[in-house]
């Protein structure tokens, strides 16, 4: 008889922002394994786009992190956290300890392009947004351990925001 994966110690691991040993989510954890260990931010539910695909997420309280935590949903399946401003402990200490990423692509921050600055641990089922110059890192991301492409296609989240212009935005070009 074959052992049901328990989806709790990662994401308690999660709560508790310990990532230097992370492995991932499991692949089958829910939206109850969510509810039994993150309150709910609020009540509604958005829909968003992760790598090509569309998704559903709702936002949770964890008291591990100052800013809410975005939990993505593939029907009642977790496919990704995220939370901007994870404010981990030893950015430096951590990026060393997780080695060299599987890959670097270019990501944002608002508006700002950063250059190699989306540190994609696939295999780990981790993604560090950082900026290499200063080893900061303003948005992190988790999921089941995947390849690259998959996450690209899959799972990556789009950080960038467009700024419209005030003329624009007087017209009604935006609605």
Same mark, same amino acid.
């Given at each position: 008889?074959?052992?049901?994966?328990?989806?709790?110690?990662?994401?308690?691991?999660?709560?508790?922002?310990?990532?230097?040993?992370?492995?991932?989510?499991?692949?089958?954890?829910?939206?109850?394994? @969510?509810?039994?260990?993150?309150?709910?931010?609020?009540?509604?539910?958005?829909?968003?786009? @992760?790598?090509?695909?569309? /998704?559903?997420?709702?936002?949770?309280?964890?008291?591990?992190?100052?800013?809410?935590?975005?939990?993505?949903?593939?029907?009642?399946?977790?496919?990704?956290?995220?939370?901007?401003?994870?404010?981990?402990?030893?950015?430096?200490?951590?990026?060393?300890?997780?080695?060299?990423?599987?890959?670097?692509?270019?990501? /944002?921050?608002?508006? *700002?392009? *950063?250059?190699?600055?989306?540190?994609?641990?696939?295999?780990?089922?981790?993604?560090?947004?950082?900026?290499?110059?200063?080893?900061?890192? /303003?948005?992190?991301?988790?999921?089941?351990?995947?390849? *690259?492409?998959? /996450?690209?296609?899959? @799972?990556?989240?789009?950080?960038? *925001?467009?700024?419209?212009?005030?003329?624009?935005?007087?017209?009604?070009?935006?609605?």
């Amino acid at each position: 008889m074959s052992r049901v994966p328990d989806c709790n110690a990662p994401l308690k691991q999660f709560a508790r922002r310990q990532f230097s040993h992370w492995q991932g989510l499991v692949a089958d954890c829910t939206r109850a394994d @969510l509810d039994a260990l993150f309150p709910r931010d609020d009540d509604w539910i958005g829909t968003g786009m @992760l790598g090509e695909g569309e /998704y559903d997420y709702i936002w949770l309280s964890s008291s591990g992190y100052e800013n809410p935590v975005r939990a993505w949903l593939d029907g009642e399946r977790l496919a990704l956290l995220e939370v901007e401003s994870p404010a981990l402990a030893n950015p430096t200490r951590l990026l060393s300890a997780l080695g060299e990423p599987d890959a670097r692509l270019d990501a /944002y921050r608002y508006t *700002v392009l *950063v250059t190699a600055g989306e540190w994609v641990y696939a295999r780990r089922g981790l993604t560090l947004f950082v900026y290499p110059t200063e080893n900061y890192i /303003y948005h992190l991301a988790v999921y089941a351990p995947c390849s *690259v492409a998959e /996450y690209e296609h899959n @799972l990556r989240p789009d950080l960038k *925001v467009t700024r419209l212009s005030l003329r624009r935005q007087a017209s009604g070009m935006d609605s």
